[in-house]
């Protein structure tokens, strides 16, 4: 698995994710483990199985 280069986003709900991606989420920024598509409920200190904070 590659991360992806670049600045993180914002997360955003809706938003389609891959491995690597990285967002950020009120003022810290996560990076994606598993390929999805966010919804309502899946923010990243929610759903340690999607995202590892960095």
């Not at 809706?14 to 309502?40: M, R, V």
């Amino acid at each position: 698995m590659t991360p992806t280069q670049g600045p993180a986003g914002d997360w955003t709900s809706g938003t389609a994710y891959a491995p690597g991606d990285q967002a950020i989420y009120n003022g810290a920024t996560y990076q994606c483990l598993q390929a999805h598509t966010a919804l309502a409920g899946w923010e990243p200190p929610n759903v340690p199985a999607l995202w590892r904070r960095r």
